[in-house]
């Protein structure tokens, strides 16, 4: 594998245990920073280890809290950059701030350009980030962007299950192509289920488009938050005489009310990733079965590090 005398990687609190894991794949050691807080609450950041002249790697994904998070990756990369690294790419798996990439009213912020802004300023060289919300965030950066897709990992579990018809379902109108393209690889039919959004966090379901009678369901979205629309969809696919129903996300955000949700809907099971760590709480949903994407970094940060061709991990 790489030598670990040209590569580092690092990673803050926000999920060690999934920078360990890509780091036992590649066959180095984590890094050695310390990543703590003073008395006040503002971080603290010390890069212990040596990386002048390196090809560096900081993991950490921005979920909750995700002011914490984003500032523990800010501060990281430019310690970095001050103890003149050569390289540094931020791994984002989770890229936090990413549901507003757009003027949808008036006077709101586009935070993921913002956000795009502050880590290109912080000193990092490229970004290499999983299942972004919206593909044209890459365009936010000035700096290469490499956006893995979690699709294989997902792929992998759910062709192992035994389905009865399958119809891969979209949440809404935005999520069609992806469901489209899971749902061509699993050799599924496709609905759609047409949602109205009165308020922020909050759905109600309007009409299934598509025949879900009959067929075991999976609903396909990148993320689910507070779960509102995951559970409105599978009461909506039951309501209509689905049979068993399942979800896939990348991002496992579960926030609020989500476990109770899930754990109350018809679903059989929620498939994601690691993306983000869960907390005790989150763990208590009885219905999460929870893949991991380590394999898919390890590999990526090994050919950015090497230089070659990523494309293969695109499909």
């Known amino acids: 594998m790489v030598s670990a ?35 006040d609450g503002e971080i603290n950041v010390q890069i212990v280890d040596n990386v002048r002249g390196m090809d560096v790697f900081v993991v950490q994904p921005t979920s909750s809290p995700g002011n914490r998070h984003l500032m523990e990756l800010l501060i990281m990369i430019d310690a970095l950059k001050r103890a003149s690294s050569a390289r540094i790419t931020a791994v984002l798996p989770y890229y936090g701030y990413s549901r507003q990439d757009r003027k949808v009213q008036p006077r709101v912020p586009i935070t993921s350009k913002l956000v795009a802004d502050l880590i290109t300023t912080a000193g990092a060289n490229r970004v290499l980030t999983v299942d972004l919300h919206a593909g044209q965030i890459q365009g936010f950066f000035n700096i290469p962007v490499d956006n893995l897709f979690a699709a294989p990992v997902l792929l992998d579990y759910i062709r192992a299950k035994t389905f009865k018809n399958l119809a891969v379902v979209s949440p809404d109108a935005g999520g069609v192509e992806r469901a489209r393209a899971f749902a061509k690889r699993l050799g599924a039919s496709l609905a759609i289920i047409d949602k109205r ?119």
Not at 269 to 289: F, G, V, Y
Request: proline share 4%; with cysteine; net charge negative.
């Open 197 to 315: 959004r009165d308020k922020p966090n909050e759905a109600q379901v309007m009409n299934i488009i598509g025949d879900v009678k009959g067929h075991d369901c999976l609903l396909l979205d990148d993320m689910v938050d507070t779960a509102g629309t995951l559970a409105e969809g599978a009461g909506a696919l039951k309501a209509n005489g689905a049979g068993n129903i399942y979800a896939a996300c990348t991002h496992a955000v579960l926030s609020g009310p989500a476990v109770q949700r899930i754990n109350d809907s018809p679903l059989s099971e929620l498939i994601t990733t690691n993306t983000i760590a869960l907390d005790s709480k989150q763990k208590e949903c009885k219905k999460l079965k929870v893949l991991s994407v380590a394999p898919l970094l390890a590999e990526a940060i090994t050919r950015i590090h090497e230089e070659t061709s990523l494309s293969s991990l695109f499909v």
């Open 5 to 39: 005398r040209e590569i580092k990687i690092f990673t803050g609190n926000a999920n060690p245990a999934l920078a360990q894991e890509l780091c036992q794949k590649m066959n180095i050691p984590l890094g050695n920073a310390l990543v703590g807080c003073f008395s």
